[in-house]
């Protein structure tokens, strides 16, 4: 038998769950159940290979619920991320109640278990804000898709000085008052490959009313098309998805 490291192993008179090996001998300190006692050797006993790990030497749920724990804790809260995050948390939940158990008698990894017990369970009450965040992220995004029913009617469309000028109405003709975002875009005429484009933002158009708008863009060529590209609703949070 060669030389084992020093560490907990299954006990080999099989009175108690683990007996503590010094590297040279068998020693009385044992443990079982969570509990440590001493129990003397009346005999000698045959070292244990060192091929047999430790027992308590790793604990690999501990380590994963630690990590599981930090990762859930890091994007519950962000929109559509929440439920990568829920289940992260879970499994950390999981993982740490196993490597609580696995923690007896050594304690070893009952640090990193109980990070994990404690980063999943945050992680399941940051889950909230994040549903919350993804119900008005995605409100938003539907709100923009899909602005009240409306039309649009161009006015006037000419170079002047070096400038290209749109004046251009829109009515909304929906039940509901509503934002709208208006994409021009200055054209080559007879074509559509566009010179310059601007976005006009309208806000609170009331239900039947009319509102006029005008767009102003330096261009280099003489003559342009005025082309009212796209209606979308209100930019959500000021961002244009284009």
Do not use: K
């Not at 280099?220 to 930019?235: E, F, K």
Request: proline share 7%; with cysteine.
């Amino acid at each position: 038998m060669t030389a084992a490291r020093p560490g907990w192993y299954p006990d080999p008179t099989g009175r108690y769950a683990h007996r503590f090996h010094n590297g040279r001998a068998w020693t009385a300190d044992v443990a079982d159940g969570g509990e440590r006692y001493v129990d003397p050797l009346g005999a000698e006993m045959p070292r244990p290979r060192d091929t047999t790990t430790p027992a308590g030497r790793r604990n690999a749920p501990a380590t994963a619920a630690m990590v599981l724990g930090i990762i859930a804790l890091t994007i519950a809260w962000l929109p559509f991320l929440v439920v990568l995050g829920v289940l992260s948390a879970i499994a950390a939940i999981i993982l740490g109640v196993i490597g609580l158990r696995r923690s007896s008698p050594t304690g070893t990894g009952r640090s990193f278990a109980v990070v994990g017990l404690s980063t999943g369970g945050s992680a399941i009450a940051a889950a909230a804000i994040g549903v919350v965040l993804t119900i008005v992220v995605v409100d938003a995004l539907d709100a923009y898709r899909n602005p009240a029913e409306h039309e649009t009617d161009t006015i006037d469309c000419r170079v002047d000085d070096g400038t290209a000028v749109l004046t251009a109405q829109l009515t909304n003709v929906d039940d509901r008052a509503g934002d709208f975002a208006v994409l021009v875009s200055f054209t080559r005429p007879g074509t559509d490959n566009a010179h310059r484009s601007a976005r006009v933002s309208l806000e609170d158009v009331a239900p039947g009313a009319t509102e006029r708008f005008e767009v102003r863009r330096a261009v280099t060529l003489d003559d342009v098309d005025c082309l009212i590209v796209r209606v979308d609703g209100p930019l959500p949070f000021g961002i244009p998805l284009d």
